[in-house]
């Protein structure tokens, strides 16, 4: 096998030009019978790994995946593609079974997917030993390891496959693994020398911000509005949040619903079809949504409040954009989460509970940081990323910094005279001279730092102090009504030994005025591409609910995206769209290229100008029965130019009956004509070497005729 044939498949199952950073490498490994190991993160394309050499080789490629929930998807998703694909799994009946085992047997069948009960069944077994295997392929192999979090008993069993097929490449495939899970892959599944693919676990389509969690509500009410129709999950912290977040977004006219695991399984099946499909756009959940479903349109994910580490956080993150297409994760948080959070893992104790307090710190630093946030995330994941990403709010909003070193000094100072015995509010009424009547009462205005800190506002100060926190030059005694204390570093900022660069506060007002510099309005091609958006979007849901599958299944939105940009009106253009494979521009192509068609029309009539529309234009007269001349009358241009237009369509393999314009004997005529001249010529040059008896337009036919043999 060669990558040649595979870079064909990809173009002709999946509509996709090129291979995606690891995908080929990991083919040639599977090609030259070798076992492999890959991690990459949600999204990556970790299936077109094993699912091209599958179609690619002779026999069947079996994959056990202990998502039998997902089977029924990804199986009809390859068919749709024109795959042969099925599934075996304990939710379809007995004669169903026998009837894809039989399939299976008579080689029918380039991928079956296969639950790890099954697989390990003692049934099963004799039918593949009976039948021809190029492949297994171990998709969420960490739950082979008890290092993992998933951790399945079942997947222990087949270590049998090594054992019982030596010479059948293996293919582990997970999103989650550290060293140690890594290691137990490997050794578990009784892997030989294979190669391991660390993909990098950037997800750069996923925008990143945070947001302090102030008026929540408000913020997604509004986040939300901006983004109509556009699928999103806003995850909370408890159930009852999930409810009441939802019925206030359904107060406001927005389609959501909340999700839960008290929820009756039936309501919570409901919710979930509902989202697939596109139904409802919002689902405000728990964490546990969102595990069991392979949408890969969800567009933006909302944190309600801080998760508890940064690895829950950048899994649920994870679920937004897994098309590739631009998505948003937008995380709110504030202390009082912190205090919530700390207070239940306190609580829970256990041997770990260190560890996840540190864990719970990383996840604050991620928040509060003023440094380019992808870096940190990849960072906790251990790995560097050279640049900043550009792409998170503190990219796009670089923080002002002041030189904080003075101001953090008049604050630590200010806690070491007031005996660390006050909390953030008091502390600040005292840099700021406050005239409260506790301030006197207790004698804190005789210190040397009362009035100190006069020139910055109440929120300035509350944001400095925050970011002292998080520096760690401070800390907030949760066990002691939140008093602040100082640390052994703040000592080395008293003495000025230590710098400290901290951050103005921006007020919202002022916020609104830089964003209006930043967000500039759209352009009048991003209006134009938006709306052919949400009309090509509409047309897959209908396509979608005639037949029964999720929408995504159809086009996924990047596809979409590309179409609304490029508006494919003909096979030729549609074919280009990454994501366009052969049985979908059969199955789907005339839906999409009219519904594009009318669009540019519409738009036309309206008075605007729409980049490539003349041919679409013309097209749509000629679908009409109209003649060249009439086309010619009704667009005001030249016949001449309608004919070109025709030829040019005829060309390009478009249905255009030439036989009204020429007649075969005259293409013979004018073909063996040209047969005989060196290019370049003219058509004039044609013309008068037939004798200036055939018009210009038959001569254009002729020669488009030609040229189309040759596509
Ligand atoms: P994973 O299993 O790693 O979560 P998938 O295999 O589901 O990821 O792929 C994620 C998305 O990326 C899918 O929509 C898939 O079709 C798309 N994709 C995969 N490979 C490519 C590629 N080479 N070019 C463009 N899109 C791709
Ligand atoms: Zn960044």
């Known amino acids: 096998m060669n990558l040649t044939s595979a870079r064909e498949s990809l173009k002709k199952y999946y509509g996709y030009d090129t291979f995606r950073p690891m995908q080929e490498e990991i083919i040639q490994t599977i090609y030259d019978q070798k076992d492999a190991l890959v991690l990459m993160p949600t999204g990556g394309g970790k299936s077109v790994c094993y699912q091209i050499p599958a179609v690619t080789m002779e026999g069947t490629c079996v994959v056990i995946s202990p998502l039998i929930s997902l089977m029924k998807d990804q199986v009809e998703s390859l068919r749709a593609n024109g795959i042969n694909a099925a599934f075996l799994n304990s939710s379809i009946s007995g004669a169903e079974q026998r009837a894809v085992e039989d399939d299976f047997f008579n080689n029918n069948i380039d991928l079956l997917y296969v639950s790890p009960e099954k697989m390990v069944s003692s049934s099963f077994f004799p039918l593949l030993q009976r039948t021809k295997i190029n492949l297994f392929a171990i998709d969420e192999a960490h739950c082979i390891s008890s290092w993992g979090h998933d951790f399945r008993p079942e997947y222990t069993k087949l270590q049998f496959l090594k054992n019982q097929f030596p010479n059948i490449p293996i293919v582990c495939l997970t999103a989650t693994a550290d060293k140690l899970t890594r290691k137990d892959i490997i050794s578990q599944?009784?892997?030989?020398?294979?190669?391991?693919?660390?993909?990098?676990?950037?997800?750069?389509?996923?925008?990143?911000?945070?947001?302090?969690?102030q008026k929540r509500i408000e913020q997604i009410i509004d986040f939300i509005k901006k983004r109509p129709q556009s699928p999103g999950i806003v995850y909370c912290l408890s159930r009852k949040n999930t409810e009441d977040v939802a019925s206030k977004l359904q107060a406001k006219g927005i389609k959501a619903m909340c999700y839960h695991a008290k929820m009756p399984a039936i309501a919570r099946s409901d919710v979930q079809?509902?989202?697939?499909?596109?139904?409802?756009?919002?689902?405000?959940?728990?964490?546990?949504?969102?595990?069991?479903?392979?949408?890969?349109?969800?567009?933006?994910?909302?944190?309600?409040?801080?998760?508890?580490?940064?690895?829950?956080?950048?899994?649920?993150?994870?679920?937004?954009?897994?098309?590739?297409?631009?998505?948003?994760?937008?995380?709110?948080?504030?202390?009082?989460?912190?205090?919530?959070?700390?207070?239940?893992?306190?609580?829970?104790?256990?041997?770990?509970?260190?560890?996840?307090?540190?864990?719970?710190?990383?996840?604050?630093?991620?928040?509060?940081?003023?440094?380019?946030?992808?870096?940190?995330?990849?960072?906790?994941?251990?790995?560097?990323?050279?640049?900043?990403?550009?792409?998170?709010?503190?990219?796009k909003n670089p923080p002002n910094y002041v030189d904080g070193t003075v101001i953090a000094q008049k604050a630590l100072s200010a806690v070491v005279r007031l005996k660390e015995r006050v909390g953030i509010r008091m502390l600040i009424d005292v840099l700021r001279g406050s005239g409260r009547k506790e301030i006197f009462q207790n004698g804190f205005h005789n210190i040397k730092t009362y009035g100190a800190g006069r020139d910055f506002s109440y929120n300035d100060w509350q944001y400095f102090i925050t970011q002292l926190i998080n520096l760690g030059l401070l800390e907030m005694a949760y066990d002691q009504n939140n008093t602040l204390k100082v640390t052994p570093v703040s000592k080395e900022v008293l003495f000025s030994k230590r710098t400290v660069k901290l951050v103005r506060f921006v007020s919202k007002k002022e916020q609104k005025e830089l964003d209006k510099v930043k967000y500039q309005t759209?352009?009048?091609?991003?209006?134009?591409?938006?709306?052919?958006?949400?009309?090509?979007?509409?047309?897959?849901r209908q396509l979608a609910q005639k037949e029964g599958v999720p929408p995504y299944l159809i086009f996924n939105d990047a596809t979409l995206q590309e179409m609304a940009e490029k508006r494919p009106a003909f096979d030729a253009e549609f074919k280009a769209i990454s994501g366009v494979g052969e049985r979908k521009l059969v199955r789907y192509g005339n839906y999409f290229m009219d519904a594009i068609r009318n669009f540019i029309k519409t738009k036309t009539d309206e008075g605007q100008k729409v980049k490539g529309s003349t041919y679409v234009l013309t097209y749509l007269e000629y679908e009409n029965g109209a003649t060249p001349q009439q086309i010619a009358n009704a667009r005001g241009i030249a016949p001449m130019t309608v004919y070109g237009h025709l030829a040019t369509l005829y060309e390009r393999g478009i249905d255009i009956d030439v036989s009204k314009y020429v007649t075969n004997k005259e293409i013979d005529q004018i073909l063996s004509q040209i047969d005989k001249m060196t290019p370049p010529f003219t058509l004039t040059q044609v013309q008068e070497a037939l004798g200036g008896q055939i018009a210009y337009h038959k001569i254009k036919f002729a020669m488009a005729h030609q040229a189309r043999a040759e596509v």
């Not at 728990?286 to 940064?310: C, E, Q």
């Open 522 to 540: 759209k352009t009048k091609k991003q209006v134009l591409q938006d709306e052919l958006f949400e009309i090509l979007r509409t047309l897959r």
């Open 189 to 213: 599944m009784n892997l030989q020398e294979p190669s391991v693919f660390l993909a990098s676990f950037d997800r750069p389509n996923i925008s990143l911000d945070v947001r302090p969690g």
């Open 273 to 395: 079809e509902d989202f697939i499909n596109d139904n409802i756009s919002v689902v405000c959940a728990t964490v546990a949504f969102g595990m069991g479903i392979d949408k890969s349109n969800v567009r933006w994910v909302i944190h309600y409040n801080l998760p508890k580490n940064v690895e829950s956080y950048y899994q649920e993150i994870g679920r937004a954009g897994r098309d590739g297409a631009k998505a948003e994760a937008l995380l709110f948080y504030s202390f009082r989460d912190v205090q919530v959070l700390r207070s239940i893992l306190t609580e829970n104790g256990g041997d770990l509970m260190d560890v996840k307090l540190a864990k719970l710190d990383r996840m604050l630093q991620f928040a509060d940081s003023l440094n380019c946030r992808r870096k940190i995330l990849l960072n906790y994941f251990n790995e560097n990323l050279d640049q900043d990403c550009g792409n998170c709010d503190v990219c």
